[in-house]
């Protein structure tokens, strides 16, 4: 069993910068790998990156590349997702959900929510214009 909590959603303008971190339990969090989604009002839940259990490995939706990134510190359980350049697009509930299950990390089923046992209840990230 893991639980995920994540932090460090908030309002930011345009722009800014926000680092979320989605904090694990359990003893084994490296074998997990962990992605980030995000889901904004009336709109369907949607990948955002995703990174292996090692942190060697990292895979992003076309729409963040460049912006953000995607990093884990399995000493300390936790996954990060540093977000530059902001966009008022980006405003949505971002949460992070962990698989044991082993893809290249490119692989399609990362970015789909099924391939998820455990997810966080989401932090709220708003990018006013």
């Known amino acids: 069993q893991v639980q995920l909590v994540e932090s460090g959603g908030g309002l930011v303008q345009a722009g800014g910068s926000l680092r979320l971190s989605c904090a694990a339990s359990?003893?084994?969090?490296?074998?997990?790998?962990v992605g980030w989604f995000r889901q904004a009002p009336e709109k369907e839940r949607e990948f955002v990156a995703v990174?292996?259990?090692?942190?060697?490995?990292?895979s992003y939706v076309d729409s963040v590349k460049g912006r953000f990134t995607i990093s884990r510190d399995n000493a300390k359980n936790t996954v990060y997702l540093l977000m530059n350049s902001l966009k008022p697009e980006d405003t949505a509930v971002y949460y992070c959900?962990?698989?044991?299950?082993?893809?290249?990390?490119?692989?399609?089923?990362?970015?789909?929510?099924?391939?998820?046992?455990?997810w966080g209840q989401g932090t709220q990230v708003t990018v006013s214009s």
């Open positions: 959900a962990a698989t044991t299950k082993q893809y290249w990390s490119g692989s399609y089923h990362y970015t789909q929510g099924y391939t998820y046992d455990y």
């Open positions: 359990g003893r084994t969090f490296s074998a997990y790998a």
């Open positions: 990174v292996a259990g090692s942190g060697g490995s990292t």
